[in-house]
């Protein structure tokens, strides 16, 4: 359920836009089979993290057929210090031998095809599909959750049903609002002391985690 108006949530939109209107994300990849592992990686983890172990991976497993032929426990050895790593390199293996036997090596191009790999849920789908084709999907990590709730664009109790709120309310340029409401959450919006004095969304935020601050935002961020 959308608790803004439809004149705020075409304000909210307009300022994200402007304000991201490049946004891209944070993780570093050459391919799609670099992008696929990198966010079945950043799963409850830092893309800096995760930037961090993708170069020794990558060398060690450059391609799809190279991951689907290791062991589960050397992937475990590369990627120790991400979360959750033997659930991880579980189903990196797995991931990689379905591609393999089911899909001839080539990892799918196709929204439904790609939740069907080990790993992937429709978060991890709709991210590589945004960000490797421009769909027009939005998918939900903690700072879209955040943000999204703070805004008021969404008052649901989980990612799914939040998702559902957000593309009902802005309807198109998804894939870079998505971006956009990440990288706002993660250095703006923060979960913990939000930098509200930087925030060009201040006069349209009602939530109670908003800071007094004395400087009101700049006309030009509005």
Do not use: W
Not at 56 to 67: A, C, G, R, T, V
Not at 168 to 181: E, G, P, S, Y
Request: contains cysteine; glycine residues 4%; aromatic residues 8%.
């Amino acid at each position: 359920m959308v608790l803004r108006t439809k004149k705020e949530v075409e304000e909210i939109k307009k300022r994200f836009l402007k304000q991201y209107d490049k946004a891209k994300t944070e993780l570093n990849y050459k391919d799609l089979y670099q992008l696929l592992v990198s966010v079945i990686l950043s799963a409850q983890c830092t893309d800096k993290r995760v930037n961090e172990i993708t170069p020794k991976f990558f060398e060690k497993f450059p391609d799809i057929q190279s991951l689907a032929n290791a062991s589960v426990e050397e992937v475990k050895e590369v990627i120790k210090s991400c979360s959750f790593p033997n659930n991880k390199a579980k189903n990196l293996v797995k991931m990689a031998k379905t591609v393999m036997e089911k899909y001839g090596g080539k990892i799918p191009e196709d929204e439904n095809e790609l939740k069907k790999l080990p790993g992937v849920g429709q978060k991890t789908a709709h991210v590589v599909m945004i960000e490797y084709f421009g769909k027009n999907l939005m998918a939900v990590d903690t700072h879209v959750f955040r943000v999204a709730h703070r805004l008021g664009l969404s008052d649901a109790k989980t990612p799914e049903k939040t998702e559902k709120d957000l593309v009902d309310a802005f309807k198109t340029d998804l894939d870079t609002i998505h971006q956009a409401m990440v990288l706002f959450g993660r250095y703006v919006c923060t979960a913990k002391n939000p930098k509200c004095e930087k925030c060009f969304l201040y006069d349209l935020c009602n939530s109670e985690d908003k800071k007094e601050i004395e400087d009101k935002p700049k006309e030009s961020n509005r």
